[in-house]
T-cell receptor, first 111, second 114 residues
C-alpha cells in the first residue's frame, strides 16, 4: 500500500486552463512538501506546508494542507507550457528524517 | 553557486558487475540523501547521512547496496553484483541539516544493467 497517493496520475491540458492535483494519505503528518521534476533533472522544492488548513501561494500555484494534515492539493491557474513536469508530494514521518515521496502526477500543458 | 553534482550521468553495466555512483553535495551541507527513482515513480529513499555517519539506511534494498561518506562531504553509492532490477535513476540530495531543511537534488545517475 502506497503511503502517499497522488491523483490524477497523468494530466494533459491546454494552455490557459486551470487544474488541481491531489496528494492523499490515511496518516497524519507534521509537514508536507511539493516538488516539480523536469526530465533529466532532480526534483525542485516548490513549497512546504506545516499547519492544518494552511494555504500558500506561489505565483499561479496555490497549495493547501488539509485540516487534518492527511492530504494536500495543488491548484494551478491559467496553466502554461512551462508548468509541464512531474509534480511530487513528500512527507517525513515524525521522529525520522526519511522522506517518503508520492507516486507523482505527470502534467503536460499544450500550447 | 554550485549545486549538487553526480557522476557519471549515465552508467551502463552488465549483470553481475560492480558499480560506484558519486555525489558531490553543496559545500557546507551536512545532510546527504540517496534515492532511487524507477520509471513513472516518485523517488524511493535509500539512505541518509548526517556528517560521516549513516543515520538511517533502512531504505537500502539488500546487502548488495552500500554507501559511504568518509569525510562528511562526497558520498559514493556502491552496488555489488548488479541485477537488471537495479536499473533506475539514482538521485542524491543535500541539505544544511536534517529534517525540515530544503533538500537540493542533483540531476541523477541513470543506471542501466543489461
Amino acid at each position: 500500500t502506497q503511503l502517499l497517493e497522488q491523483s490524477p496520475q497523468f494530466l494533459s491540458i491546454q494552455e490557459g486552463e486551470n487544474l488541481t492535483v491531489y496528494c492523499n494519505s490515511s496518516s497524519v503528518f507534521s509537514s508536507l512538501q511539493w516538488y516539480r521534476q523536469e526530465p533529466g533533472e532532480g526534483p525542485v522544492l516548490l513549497v512546504t506546508v506545516v499547519t492544518g488548513g494552511e494555504v500558500k501561494k506561489l505565483k499561479r500555484l496555490t497549495f493547501q494542507f488539509g485540516d487534518a494534515r492527511k492530504d494536500s492539493s495543488l491548484h494551478i491557474t491559467a496553466a502554461q507550457p512551462g508548468d509541464t513536469g512531474l509534480y511530487l508530494c513528500a512527507v517525513t514521518r515524525s521522529g525520522t528524517y526519511k522522506y517518503i515521496f508520492g507516486t507523482g502526477t505527470r502534467l503536460k500543458v499544450l500550447a | 553557486g554550485a549545486g549538487v553534482s553526480q557522476t557519471p550521468s549515465n552508467k551502463v553495466t552488465e549483470k553481475g558487475k560492480y558499480v560506484e555512483l558519486r555525489c558531490d553535495p553543496i559545500s557546507g551541507h551536512t545532510a546527504l540523501y540517496w534515492y532511487r527513482q524507477s520509471l513513472g515513480q516518485g523517488p524511493e529513499f535509500l539512505i541518509y547521512f548526517q556528517g560521516t555517519g549513516a543515520a538511517d539506511d533502512s531504505g537500502l534494498p539488500n546487502d548488495r547496496f552500500f554507501a559511504v561518506r568518509p569525510e562528511g562531504s562526497v558520498s559514493t553509492l556502491k552496488i555489488q553484483r548488479t541485477e537488471r532490477g537495479d536499473s533506475a535513476v539514482y538521485l542524491c540530495a543535500s541539505s544544511r541539516g536534517p529534517g525540515g531543511n530544503e533538500q537540493f537534488f542533483g540531476p541523477g545517475t541513470r543506471l542501466t544493467v543489461l
